[in-house]
């Protein structure tokens, strides 16, 4: 059979019932704003750091989101509280602040 180059992608779907979603709870409730970003990536798009170092925020909200946090500490960790994106997002999401709710669910949760 000929090949052409496509592969089939990994499976995406997520169970919730499964999913570590303590973060995603812990920032909702602190910080609400987290609740109404449209995953537009103007926030990564003018990040700071973003020019030296990989970070991506709106990534890691969409996986806070998701339960998906494997890695995303260090990826936080990236971050210089310049509050660039803050200023940028078109929806009015306080990024700075739901970093920094991020980063104290994970110390929290010892994650
Ligand atoms: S700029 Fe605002 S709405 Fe867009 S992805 Fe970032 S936080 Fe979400
Ligand atoms: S606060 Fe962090 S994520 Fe936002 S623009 Fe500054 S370095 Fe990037």
């Given at each position: 059979m000929k090949s052409f180059g496509y592969?089939?992608?990994?499976?995406?779907?997520?169970?919730f019932d499964k999913a570590d979603r303590r973060?995603?709870?812990?920032?909702?409730?602190?910080?609400?704003?987290?609740n109404i970003c449209m995953s537009c990536g103007t926030c990564t798009a003018t990040c700071?750091?973003?020019?030296?170092?990989?970070?991506?925020?709106?990534?890691?909200?969409?996986?806070v989101k998701r339960g998906e946090i494997s890695g995303i500490r260090e990826e936080i960790a990236q971050c210089m509280f310049c509050g660039k994106c803050s200023l940028?997002?078109?929806?009015?999401?306080?990024?700075?602040?739901?970093?920094?709710?991020?980063n104290q669910a994970l110390e929290k949760f010892s994650i």
């Open positions: 592969t089939i992608s990994k499976d995406r779907q997520i169970d973060i995603a709870n812990y920032v909702k409730t602190h910080e609400p704003s987290f700071s750091a973003g020019n030296f170092a990989e970070i991506n925020l709106r990534k890691i909200m969409l996986l940028a997002c078109p929806r009015g999401v306080n990024t700075r602040n739901v970093i920094l709710k991020i």
